[in-house]
């Protein structure tokens, strides 16, 4: 065993994982767009933006899709949360762009 045997094996599984990370994030970003229609429903309908019983099941779901492939529940859950909370950011963030271009929420008086 060589440092260059070293190298070429941590080169190749990090290879892997940079090639897996991008997958993740392009993922993580077609997420996010699907949201932003959310958003755009959400203003629509004046509905709020962080809906508690959806994001119960999301995370269940997280955990049990996780559990198939042995990811810890802590995990699962900790990933969602995260995810979660930027999601209802993006989608406030829409939400109050929209009720400002439609004039909603102004003081009147
Ligand atoms: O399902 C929705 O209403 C969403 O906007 C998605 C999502 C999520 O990120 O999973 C975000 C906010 C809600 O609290 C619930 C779920």
Redesign the pocket.
């Known amino acids: 065993m060589t440092e260059e045997t070293w190298a070429s094996g941590i080169g190749a599984y990090r290879a892997e994982i940079d090639g897996i990370d991008e997958k993740v994030i392009e993922a993580i970003a077609l997420r996010f767009a699907a ?1 932003r229609k ?1 958003a755009e429903l ?1 203003s629509k309908w004046e509905k709020p ?4 019983e ?2 119960l099941q ?1 995370e269940q779901s997280y955990i049990e899709l996780g559990s198939n492939f042995s990811l810890s529940k802590d995990f699962m859950s900790r990933l969602y949360h995260l ?2 909370e930027e ?2 950011r993006v ?1 406030a963030d829409i939400v109050h762009l929209q009720q400002q271009i439609e004039g909603h929420g102004e003081e009147i008086g």
């Open positions: 949201a959310i959400k933006v962080v809906q508690t959806r994001a999301v995810i979660h999601t209802c989608e």
